[in-house]
T-cell receptor, first 112, second 118 residues
Framework: KQEVTQIPAALSVPEGENLVLNCSFT??????LQWFRQDPGKGLTSLLL?????REQTSGRLNASLDKSSGRSTLYIAASQPGDSATYLC???????????FGSGTRLLVRP | GAVVSQHPSWVICKSGTSVKIECRSL??????MFWYRQFPKQSLMLMAT?????????EQGVEKDKFLINHASLTLSTLTVTSAHPEDSSFYIC??????????????FGPGTRLTVL
């Protein structure tokens, strides 16, 4: 059974700092991995999707990497801003069913 | 494009009543929609996969008679929580796949519905 873990559970950093969020999964036979952002009481916004054959994806200040063999993904946020404060979730898709298995998330606070 | 809406955004009901939550894809057709539940400070757990024109597929441990799902059209799926109890209080989120869009791998998520059962 696939398990997805995210560390740290919470992170508080000063504005401008570069930071890394971690996601690990127990079964490396994934189809793809996706990073989401969730603001309090809101739905999810997709940030980056990495196919199993890819190593990384970039969008603006965000860079996500994937090491399938070791069961790890990282989300790198450059020059963090207070507007980046949110919960970041990673999710893996195992097969063609499109079902996603989510990690428990990292709550990020970027202090002005 | 690819917007998913949910209605209501929040609902409070008495124990024993039934509550219906709607999930709509506003600008695309979605033959498959997903229903998730999220408890406070926990992650999303998939409850069921909703297929247009056929019965929903429920995840292990989810009572299909308690959580009724209807996917009657290509743009609407509904989740009815029957005989709701306080332990059903949660944040319910739906998602949908845009089969005709460029990014068919992507699920688009609704804003969620906060259910509080008194």
């Amino acid at each position: 059974k696939q398990e997805v873990t995210q560390i740290p559970a919470a992170l508080s950093v000063p504005e401008g700092e570069n930071l890394v969020l971690n996601c690990s999964f127990t079964d490396s036979a994934i189809y793809n991995l996706q990073w989401f952002r969730q603001d309090p009481g809101k739905g999810l916004t997709s940030l980056l999707l990495i196919q199993s054959s890819q190593r990384e994806q970039t969008s603006g200040r965000l860079n996500a990497s994937l090491d399938k063999s070791s069961g790890r993904s990282t989300l790198y946020i450059a020059a963090s801003q207070p507007g980046d404060s949110a919960t970041y979730l990673c999710a893996v898709r195992m097969d063609s069913s499109y079902k996603l298995i989510f990690g428990s998330g990292t709550r990020l606070l970027v202090r002005p | 494009g690819a917007v998913v809406s949910q209605h209501p955004s929040w609902v409070i009901c008495k124990s024993g009543t039934s509550v219906k939550i709607e999930c709509r894809s506003l600008d695309f057709q979605a033959t498959t929609m997903f229903w998730y539940r999220q408890f406070p400070k926990q992650s999303l757990m998939l409850m069921a996969t909703s297929n247009e024109g056929s019965k929903a597929t429920y995840e292990q441990g989810v009572e299909k008679d308690k959580f009724l799902i209807n996917h009657a059209s290509l743009t609407l799926s509904t989740l009815t929580v029957t005989s709701a109890h306080p332990e059903d209080s949660s944040f319910y989120i739906c998602s949908a796949r845009d089969l005709q869009g460029i990014r068919t791998d992507t699920q688009y998520f609704g804003p969620g519905t906060r259910l509080t059962v008194l």
